[in-house]
């Protein structure tokens, strides 16, 4: 079979499972079975695939049409310019995640120490770290195997980042650092079963549920913030689809607070400074 045959026939088969962006993802998957990039797909439409590659290929387009997302068939996925590996043991970072970063950035831009609460792969601990080189970054996660990713990311990418297996903020000493980030789990437990089954099936449920609502966690998160935060130091949390609402109020006792639109004009990020030294007013 060439290469262009190939292409046919994964586009085919994904249409027939209804799966979205079937050129595309038939494209990615061809590219993981050659060990090639995209242009020699087309530079190269007629070369024959080798036994291997092919059933490499159709292994990984049955697996994609029945719902596997393709980074986890791949073992990776872009976040701010730089490719991280994945794997089931955590979330795949979402592009509206790097609001995370960007917001980060902006308000916090010189931070000593930091800490990303619920690393996963290690997307936000490890981009900050390479982006605020000077800044002594940590990266807590409760899952065991998702910390062990976070740090072959790290190691890969040359970010100094030392993590910590913890429940959200629970070891971190009082006071001692300049920056909180989040992305903590939120989705619903009662919303399991309208999710997308590229994500009900195969994220792990550590990452997706926030509690009953999705935003239980927050309320701890933002407790122990306040306490590991100095006086008048940032937390930045990713929140979900209309959570604004019901996050925001439990930031009453900080300042600035701050929510950051994502590119589809959806809440996506809450930032808020802690108290400022002294006693309050
Ligand atoms: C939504 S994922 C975010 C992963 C990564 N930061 C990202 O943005 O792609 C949430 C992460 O929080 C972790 N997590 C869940 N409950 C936790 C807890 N109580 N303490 C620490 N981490 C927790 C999960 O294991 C998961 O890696």
Redesign the pocket.
């Known amino acids: 079979m060439t290469v262009r045959q190939a292409l046919e026939e994964g586009v085919r088969l994904l249409d027939e499972f209804r799966t979205p962006v079937a050129r595309l993802t038939a494209e990615v998957l061809l590219c993981h079975a050659l060990g090639r990039e995209r242009s020699y797909l087309y530079s190269h439409p007629e070369a024959e695939l080798a036994t291997a590659a092919g059933d490499d290929y159709h292994r990984f387009l049955v697996e994609r049409a029945h719902g596997k997302p393709t980074q986890y068939i791949t073992g990776h996925q872009e976040?701010y310019g730089r490719r991280f590996l994945v794997s089931p043991a955590?979330?795949?970072?979402?592009p509206e995640?790097e609001h995370?970063i960007e917001t980060a950035l902006r308000l916090a831009p010189a931070p000593e120490a930091f800490i990303?609460?619920?690393?996963?792969?290690?997307?936000?601990?490890v981009t900050f770290q390479l982006e605020c080189p000077s800044a002594r970054a940590f990266g807590?996660?409760?899952?065991a195997p998702?910390l062990e990713l976070a740090a072959t990311n790290a190691a890969r990418l040359g970010a100094g980042v030392h993590f910590l297996q913890?429940?959200?903020l629970e070891p971190v000493a009082t006071a001692s650092l300049d920056l909180v980030l989040?992305?903590?789990?939120?989705v619903p437990e009662n919303d399991r079963q309208v999710l997308q089954r590229e994500v009900r099936d195969y994220e792990?449920d550590?990452?997706?549920y926030g509690g009953p609502t999705g935003v239980e966690?927050y309320q701890?998160l933002i407790e122990g913030a306040a306490r590991v935060l100095k006086p008048s130091a940032w937390l930045i949390m990713?929140i979900g689809y209309q959570a604004e609402h019901r996050v925001r109020p439990m930031l009453s006792r900080w300042r600035n607070v701050t929510t950051i639109a994502d590119l589809a004009g959806i809440p996506r990020v809450l930032a808020a400074q802690n108290q400022p030294a002294g006693p309050p007013p």
């Open positions: 976040f955590v979330l795949i970072p979402r995640t995370v990303d609460v619920g690393c996963g792969s290690g997307a936000i601990a807590a996660d409760i899952s998702a913890a429940d959200l989040s992305n903590p789990p939120y792990p550590v990452a997706l966690i701890r990713e």
